[in-house]
């Protein structure tokens, strides 16, 4: 469909063509074969959260698009995402550049590597939505043989003079050792890169247009709609629930036909010569999504300019609305729980994996170091001898923010067994996220946990909050009886992170609201948990297994366990002043090993410390410095606008992170950073971010699952190093810390917006503003709506919508 808005009408303004006939025919043609999948397909692996990237490929004088985009539909798919446990990124190249993709030849073929890495590692759909005239781009592969570069200067060379590729290809060494050229990518091209670009373009077109039935260079050169239709015309044998292109081009039907009638089969036409390298979209599952209107009427060229451009909203809202409604179906079928009787197994297997990745969450990339604490383990062990001696109770483990709890409970988790005399199963379930914390949610997640181990012959549901947590707990208990069958008495010890979080209708970390503790317990199960210290435990909101004998607290480091900490985890990189003037405060944050972790890893932090914040007694406080010291430092290295995009892609208003957590994930952006600094030379020059550093920024952030193997299983992870610092608030205890830092990040973002010559005026009005939890609302299959009570909150990008 053509959406060429370069031609402007009598007043200057641009004019939008709407869809042919013969595009509307491609549509429903694509549209027939690919909307459809398989019932017989199944996922192998379901990952416990999933990843919606949407790359947002629209040219700025789309201005119209653009803006339905942003302020209609975008807020709408967050919010359908989110009701599933979905996060959703948005990359948008167009934001921050003003010239063309053609003037990128490294822009698609990063983009075919993204694509390739999502098939590989994502445990999410893939959607994609490009709406520009940029298919007839010529992709260029990421390598070539040697021969291959020798034929391509002796085809184009004019005049006996040879036509050179070195300023768009380097060379380099494959995996067999062989010599080959490799694709520069954007920072090391320059202007003589973009001109070898555009006289190769104009050589390679001029060669379709004289030899048209030529096949060696379309195999090596590709067109993007080329790569597009070619996988997608491959059938229902490829097609999955994962990816969706939403495509808004005028790809003429003879194309997608003569593709059909060369020889070959489509991958192999595509196949670059020589080292046969893949060109990465054909790995990865695609579908064309290319349907505005069914039926559409072409507008009167008698009818005003006010007309036109009425008509023009409203064909474009109606067709975004209509992308918007298939975007939906797809989540809803990839991101789905309700499952069949047939899928039982399945969900199962689900559960299994994804308290396995919880389980293992601090042990599997870097164990957190376990210093001192000798006491508290005593205390521990003793508590856990008289529980198996049959004086049921729960063990709490108080402590506050940053203090170890986590890591404590890790250790218990790995010595436990040594205590037992008949050893003892360990259920770690530490899913206690902003979108799953609900009672019922973790009860029946062990109960799923203990019948995979042990095989066990339950009916369980599939949808935990259909049913009551007495009903759920009762399973449970049932359970724990099969187990201690199966196993000749083998104890089931439970192990929950954050218990507080357990509320019976909320799921915001509030001091005020009690949490849930089980009011008894099964004869053979243990229960350790952890709690922060400045929630009230109320004597008489407690159920009688709990005695106060079992309320352990976490003391202090001593000043020589500070200073091994720091030892440990120090960057051996820094520099003596600064590892001498961040040894000044170990002492004063005993309390805290986290404090004594985030100074370890970046001492740089202490250039920008506020001495006053760092004299205060409370813990909270000296946590904050350092958090705003890291943003300070991060800021001054690479612009606010780099900070500010960094920001974006952390989705940290979704999903509750405070200032602290975020500057944790800035921690592993910083070598990104430091890439572009000594890339660009100069710091005050980077204003903008190219996609070449999103990319490997992503994979630092850990926006997508990545497959890991655990006890012998493929499951999926987050990709970065603190999982739990997506998935709690570490530093909140109230709503008023919420609400606080929400509002600092809100201030953050709309301070640190880009210029006004990269943004639309309406985007500019559209200011951040703070929206407080809620419930979302979706649909279920019978049509009716749902509820779904979620403790995140949303930035929105509309003003007075929400």
């Known amino acids: 469909m053509s959406a060429n808005t370069a031609k402007v009408d009598s007043r200057g303004r641009p004019q939008a063509h709407l869809p042919s006939i013969n595009s509307l025919e491609l549509i429903h043609s694509l549209l027939d074969n690919l909307m ?56 948008d190249p167009f934001e921050w550049y003003d010239w063309s993709i053609a003037l990128q030849p490294d822009m698609v073929n990063l983009f075919l590597q993204e694509l390739t890495y999502c098939k590989n590692f994502s445990g999410g759909p893939f959607f994609m939505a490009v709406v520009c005239d940029h298919c007839n781009t010529l992709v260029l592969p990421p390598v070539l043989a040697e021969e291959v570069v020798s034929q391509l200067s002796d085809y184009f060379s004019e005049n006996q003079s040879p036509f050179v590729l070195d ?44 030899e048209p039935n030529g096949p060696w260079l379309s195999k090596i050169f590709p067109y993007l709609h080329e790569l597009i239709i070619a996988h997608a015309s491959e059938g229902e044998k490829h097609i999955s629930q994962r990816s969706l292109v939403v495509c ?60 036109k451009q009425s008509s023009l909203d409203s064909y474009l809202r109606r067709f975004y609305y ?49 210093i001192g604490q000798a006491d508290l383990i005593g205390q521990v062990k003793t508590a856990f001898e008289n529980v198996n001696a049959g004086q049921r109770s729960i063990v709490l483990v108080r402590g506050s923010h940053g203090q170890g709890k986590t890591t404590v409970l890790c250790h218990v988790s790995e010595i436990v067994t040594a205590w037992m005399d008949v050893g003892c199963v360990i259920v770690r379930f530490a899913r206690l996220t902003p979108l799953a914390s609900t009672i019922q949610e973790m009860l029946l997640g062990c109960c ?11 009916d369980l549901p599939d ?108 960057d051996k990189r820094c520099e003596c002043s600064e590892s001498s003037a961040t040894e000044s405060y170990i002492g004063d944050l005993s309390s805290c090993p986290l404090a004594v972790q985030m100074l370890a890893e970046m001492p740089a932090t202490i250039k920008w410390l506020s001495v006053d914040q760092m004299n205060e007694a409370n813990v909270l406080a ?45 921690t592993f952006c910083e070598p990104g950073m430091l890439e572009v600094i000594s890339t660009r030379g100069n710091v005050q020059e980077i204003f903008q971010f190219p996609l070449s550093v999103w990319l490997k920024l992503k994979q630092c952030l850990g926006c997508l699952l990545e497959e890991v193997v655990c006890d012998g299983r493929s499951v999926y992870k987050w990709s970065h190093l603190f999982v739990i610092g997506v998935i709690r608030r570490r530093y909140l205890c109230t709503v008023q810390h919420l ?64």
């Not at 416990?48 to 629209?58: A, E, K, R």
């Not at 494959?174 to 001109?195: E, N, W």
Request: some cysteine; aromatic content about 8%.
């Open 248 to 307: 808004k081009k005028g790809i003429a039907v003879t194309q997608f036909a003569s593709l059909h009638q060369n020889e070959g089969s489509p991958c192999e036409r595509l196949s670059p010569v020589g080292s046969q390298h893949s060109s990465g979209l054909l790995a990865c599952d695609v579908e064309i999504l290319m349907a505005p209107l069914p039926h559409l009427q072409t507008l009167n060229d008698s009818l005003s300019n006010t007309t």
């Open 463 to 570: 949808l935990a909050s259909k049913y009551s947590t007495q009903q759920i707990f009762d399973w449970l208990e049932t359970c724990c009886d099969q187990v201690a069958y199966k196993t000749c008495g083998k104890p089931v010890a439970l192990f929950v992170d954050d218990i507080h979080r357990l509320k019976e209708n909320s799921s915001i970390s509030d001091s005020k609201l009690s949490f849930w503790l089980p009011p008894r317990l099964p004869p053979n199960m243990l229960f350790l948990a952890t709690l922060n210290d400045e929630v009230s435990l109320d004597e008489r909101s407690c159920p009688d297994v709990v005695t106060w004998d079992y309320v352990l607290i976490i003391p202090p480091l001593s000043m020589e366990n500070c200073r091994i900490l720091y030892e440990r985890l120090k």
């Open 36 to 91: 459809s999948c398989s019932k017989e397909r199944k996922l192998d692996v379901r990952p416990h959260l999933s990843q919606v990237l949407i790359f947002f490929w629209c040219p700025k004088e789309l201005s119209d698009e653009r803006r339905l985009f942003y302020l209609e539909i975008l807020p709408e798919l967050q919010l359908t995402c989110l009701s599933y446990g979905a996060e959703m990124t948005v990359v």
């Open 739 to 802: 609400k606080d830092c929400h509002m600092s990040l809100v201030a953050l973002f709309n301070n640190t917006l880009p210029s006004a010559e990269i943004v639309e005026p309406a985007l500019l009005n559209a200011k951040l503003r703070p929206v407080m939890p809620r419930p979302l609302v979706c649909t279920s299959h019978d049509g009716r709506a749902a509820a779904r009570g979620c403790a995140q909150f949303i930035m929105s990008h509309r003003c007075d919508e929400a």
């Open 622 to 666: 000296k946590l904050t410095a350092i958090t705003d010291a890291r943003l300070r430092m991060a800021e001054h290295r690479c612009g606010p606008s780099v900070c500010r995009f960094a920001l974006c892609f952390i989705e940290c208003a979704r999903f509750g992170l405070t200032l602290g957590e975020l500057l944790d994930l800035l």
């Open 167 to 210: 300023d768009l290809y380097q060379s380099a060494e494959d995996a067999v050792g062989q010599r080959c050229y490799k694709l520069k990518t954007f920072d090391s091209i320059g202007q003589r890169g973009f001109d070898t670009y555009a006289r190769l373009c104009q050589r390679l077109r001029a060669y379709h247009e004289t």
């Open 322 to 370: 209509r992308v918007s409604a298939n975007m939906k179906c797809k989540i809803q079928a990839a991101l789905d729980l309700r499952h069949s009787e047939d899928d039982e197994h399945q969900l199962l297997v689900s559960f299994k994996e994804d308290s396995i990745v919880h389980r293992n969450y601090a042990l599997d990339r870097r164990k957190d170091i376990f």
């Open 448 to 458: 799923l946990e203990l019948c995979q181990q042990f095989k066990l012959e339950m």
